[in-house]
């Protein structure tokens, strides 16, 4: 029976219409993605310190003018969960290994503090108290699969800017950061980068709330100029590191003082230390995009 080039051009047809379709959803997937990559960006990169080199080139490469929410950066604040409360004095109700309780302190926020504020400020839900985050019965649907198995080298393909990593400490403490992309995604290259850190380029870069004795040194400085006698300064504040690189390659350290001195990198006058994985208990990569029940975050 011979073919009937109706039937051929009906194929054609839906051959066509398949193909278009399939190439809007890819476009759509990549606009989507374009578009959460920014929102996370821009709700992290304003708690780093104006002169910080990351928010300096997201503001080039994009055209943008985010600027910094404090002139020193976000500071670290032992159970600081309140972004409006952020360089108010505060005394906390308990001691830590930082922290004495009856002592003044400026406010900020915590890990925790920091990683749900991105998460409301780019659309999402506050996620889980990082204890639930690593019950490996909970939240397995929001696990990046072959991230744990994955060589430091082979993370960044796997990972989208806003990833969380939980992690709980040898000591048993509880830690939590965000993916923030690579060095290569800020417009660093081979040339404009110290010699020690090219073989990085591509390395996972974190943002997170976490011990900084920069941040300690800074504001330690900035209570004495205005005379805030009698108000301690932060144990650290919002950093960007970089992951896993070998200590042995880094050139410089943190300063030394209140008991962190880190492994770092000098990188256009500011200090980007080493995260080391390879000492915690525990670690667990979560995608989180839940929205809030209401629509709106808050």
């Not at 304003?46 to 950066?73: C, M, V, W």
């Not at 991105?118 to 204890?131: D, F, L, M, T």
Request: charged share 20%; aromatic share 10%; net charge negative.
């Amino acid at each position: 029976m011979p073919d009937d080039p109706r039937n051929r051009e009906v194929i054609y047809v839906k051959a066509r219409t398949a193909a278009a379709l399939a190439a809007l959803i890819l476009l759509l997937s990549v606009v989507s993605g374009t578009a959460e990559r920014y929102r996370f960006l821009e709700a992290a990169l304003p708690f780093l310190e104006e002169e910080n080199p990351f928010l300096k080139r997201y503001n080039e490469i994009n055209q943008t003018e985010i600027s910094a929410a404090y002139p020193l950066g976000c500071p670290y604040y032992w159970g600081g969960r309140r972004v409006s409360a952020v360089l108010q004095t505060a005394s906390p109700e308990r001691s830590s290994d930082y922290y004495q309780a009856g002592l003044e302190y400026l406010y900020g926020l915590d890990c925790v503090g920091f990683t749900r504020a991105v998460c409301r400020k780019a659309g999402y839900a506050e996620h889980p108290p990082i204890s639930d985050l690593l019950n490996r019965s909970m939240y397995r649907e929001c696990v990046i699969r072959g991230a744990a198995a994955a060589a430091v080298d082979e993370l960044p393909p796997l990972l989208r800017i806003g990833d969380l990593l939980a992690l709980q400490h040898s000591s048993g403490g509880f830690h939590i950061a965000m993916y923030c992309g690579t060095l290569s995604d800020f417009g660093y290259d081979a040339g404009s980068v110290p010699e020690e850190l090219v073989p990085y380029l591509d390395y996972p870069l974190l943002i997170h709330c976490t011990g900084s004795s920069d941040y300690h040194e800074r504001y330690r400085k900035y209570l004495e100029e205005n005379n805030m006698d009698g108000v301690n300064p932060p144990f650290g504040g919002v950093i960007v590191t970089i992951l896993n690189v070998p200590a042995a390659a880094a050139a410089s350290s943190t300063p030394d003082a209140i008991g962190l001195c880190f492994p770092c990198f000098d990188l256009e006058g500011c200090h980007l230390p080493i995260t080391d994985l390879s000492q915690e208990k525990q670690y667990r990569w979560i995608r989180w995009r839940q929205k809030p029940e209401n629509g709106d975050a808050k």
